[in-house]
């Protein structure tokens, strides 16, 4: 089984997960900002004598990816994330100079996924899944044997992901949330990228974008 650990970092408040698998983990959008937090991450996986495997990104706005150049070049690992979020890797710089938080951008090889490919720890297994509205290529990940899916900026606690920034659309992110998400069962938990974790079926009751009549 995976063990879930989250970490909230940046002043955006970004969480970043990490799964554990024995003495092995998948790292889930780092966000760390700055050598602090970089060094807090890099602490847990020595104290607990976990070895990142490999980095997952549900989508590459600049909060998600803050600690994606660290992480791969200390681990030695490579991005996996869906081809549409490429271009959104290259335009987080420029996104961090708005917001006022310059970061170096990671640079280097990139491996893709498309939505329903499976990524595996040992005998655990994740599934993809394409929640497109966010960010044009956004991800979710899900764990079926322990029911779990981890959602980045797609469905949070009450709300969704904004679709106001570049690239974004309402309609497709609604979409997306009905046919991909509020299909789990609703026993799920949602571990969001922002904010306390949830369930597909309090937010099927309870969410003003998507409340079920």
């Known amino acids: 089984?995976?063990?879930?650990?989250?970490?909230?970092?940046?002043?955006?408040?970004?969480?970043?997960?990490?799964l554990i698998s024995g003495r092995e983990g998948?790292?889930?959008?780092?966000?760390?900002?700055?050598?602090?937090?970089?060094?807090?991450?890099?602490?847990?996986?020595?104290?607990?004598?976990?070895?990142?495997?490999?980095?997952?990104?549900?989508?590459?706005?600049?909060?998600?990816?803050?600690?994606t150049r660290w992480l791969a070049g200390a681990y030695g690992l490579t991005p996996l994330m869906h081809p549409l979020e490429e271009k959104m890797l290259q335009l987080a710089p420029s996104s961090g100079l708005m917001w006022g938080l310059p970061f170096d951008n990671y640079q280097g090889p990139l491996a893709f996924l498309e939505g329903g490919a499976p990524v595996s720890l040992g005998d655990n297994h994740l599934s993809a899944l394409f929640v497109p509205g966010h960010s044009p290529g956004h991800l979710?990940?899900?764990?079926?044997?322990?029911?779990?899916?981890?959602?980045?900026?797609?469905?949070?606690?009450?709300?969704?992901?904004?679709?106001?920034l570049p690239f974004g659309d309402h309609a497709t992110l609604l979409q997306a949330i009905r046919s991909q998400l509020f299909t789990l069962p609703d026993s799920t938990v949602v571990y969001p990228g922002h904010g306390?974790?949830?369930?597909?079926?309090?937010?099927?009751?309870?969410?003003?974008?998507?409340?079920l009549p």
């Open 140 to 164: 979710c990940f899900y764990c079926q044997a322990q029911g779990f899916v981890i959602g980045g900026d797609a469905l949070f606690r009450e709300s969704i992901g904004r679709t106001d």
């Open 26 to 67: 998948i790292v889930i959008d780092p966000g760390c900002y700055g050598e602090e937090e970089q060094e807090a991450l890099a602490d847990f996986f020595t104290q607990n004598g976990v070895q990142p495997k490999i980095l997952l990104q549900t989508h590459c706005h600049l909060d998600h990816v803050f600690g």
């Open 1 to 18: 089984m995976f063990t879930v650990r989250v970490f909230t970092f940046s002043p955006l408040q970004e969480n970043t997960y990490v």
């Open 196 to 211: 306390p974790a949830t369930t597909i079926g309090y937010e099927k009751r309870h969410n003003p974008f998507l409340r």
